[in-house]
């Protein structure tokens, strides 16, 4: 079962990854691991990433997907993978699709978790984090004891840069001109699931598996059929 997940920042998306790797056991794959392991074991796909990131560049679409086409032709991930971060662009996309046809292989699920802009501004600029010990509350959903201050160690909690209201909105700005076309793309190729991510984690993770176990009962019946 080879699936990618889809969604904006703060959707949750890589939450439900890591739920569906455990449940199905395939690996999960983000491009930011991947990265990191060739440059730790200096590879040289990883020595060539190094030099675009050291340079502040980004590394090119071709480079990433080689090093995620030497990722996925690992031993664990004969039984799949789950995507996590990439593809984020139609190229990148286009890529991918071009080196799994080359190995006569395709993805077989695009899952998008699907949560309104207004939603995620409020999960993301709710987040207070202690910069001490490293705990994480959020305004509503999971306050201190104590406004302002950790339950775990006493100290003043904050909010990280990235979580503010300006940040976070730049952020779905930036996802849905460049990210959100990918939603078009896969339901354009007929793999694409949508769920409602507003819901609990626990509800999310459940239609998830219940659309991936929907399609792999129509996929297991036609396979009998043929």
Same mark, same amino acid.
């Given at each position: 079962?080879?699936?990618?997940?889809?969604?904006a920042?703060?959707?949750? *998306?890589?939450?439900?990854?890591? &739920?569906?790797?455990?449940?199905?056991q395939?690996?999960?794959?983000?491009?930011?691991?991947?990265?990191?392991?060739?440059?730790? @074991?200096?590879?040289?796909?990883?020595? *060539?990433? *190094?030099?675009?990131?050291?340079?502040? @560049? /980004?590394?090119?679409?071709?480079?990433?997907?080689?090093?995620?086409?030497?990722?996925?032709?690992?031993?664990?991930?004969?039984?799949?993978? #789950? /995507?996590?971060?990439?593809?984020?662009?139609?190229?990148?996309?286009?890529?991918?699709? &071009?080196?799994?046809?080359?190995?006569?292989?395709?993805?077989?699920?695009?899952?998008?978790? =699907?949560?309104? =802009?207004?939603?995620?501004?409020?999960?993301?600029?709710?987040?207070?984090?202690?910069?001490?010990?490293?705990?994480?509350?959020?305004?509503?959903?999971?306050?201190?004891?104590?406004?302002?201050?950790?339950?775990?160690?006493?100290? +003043?909690?904050?909010?990280?840069?990235?979580d503010?209201?300006?940040?976070?909105? @730049?952020?779905?700005?930036?996802?849905?001109? &460049?990210?959100?076309?990918?939603?078009?793309?896969? +339901?354009?190729?007929?793999?694409?699931?949508?769920?409602?991510?507003?819901?609990?984690?626990?509800?999310?993770?459940?239609? #998830?598996?219940?659309?991936?176990? *929907?399609?792999?009962?129509?996929? @297991?019946?036609?396979?009998?059929? =043929?």
């Open positions: 079962m080879k699936i990618i997940m889809l969604g920042p703060g959707a949750g *998306k890589g939450t439900q990854a890591k &739920q569906i790797a455990s449940a199905y395939i690996p999960h794959i983000s491009t930011g691991d991947i990265f990191r392991a060739n440059i730790k @074991n200096k590879t040289p796909l990883g020595q *060539k990433a *190094k030099e675009y990131m050291d340079a502040g @560049n /980004l590394v090119p679409d071709e480079l990433t997907c080689d090093l995620l086409m030497d990722r996925i032709g690992q031993d664990d991930c004969r039984d799949g993978f #789950i /995507l996590d971060g990439f593809p984020r662009t139609i190229p990148q996309a286009q890529a991918l699709d &071009q080196a799994l046809t080359a190995r006569k292989e395709s993805m077989d699920f695009a899952v998008n978790v =699907d949560v309104p =802009d207004e939603n995620i501004i409020r999960r993301m600029s709710g987040r207070r984090v202690c910069p001490n010990c490293g705990a994480t509350y959020h305004l509503t959903a999971l306050p201190p004891t104590k406004a302002g201050t950790c339950d775990a160690c006493g100290s +003043e909690l904050v909010q990280r840069a990235d503010s209201e300006a940040t976070v909105a @730049n952020r779905l700005r930036v996802y849905h001109e &460049q990210t959100q076309p990918l939603i078009d793309y896969y +339901e354009r190729l007929g793999i694409l699931k949508t769920v409602d991510g507003t819901q609990p984690m626990d509800v999310v993770f459940a239609q #998830i598996k219940a659309v991936l176990g *929907k399609e792999l009962e129509v996929s @297991n019946v036609e396979s009998r059929c =043929d």
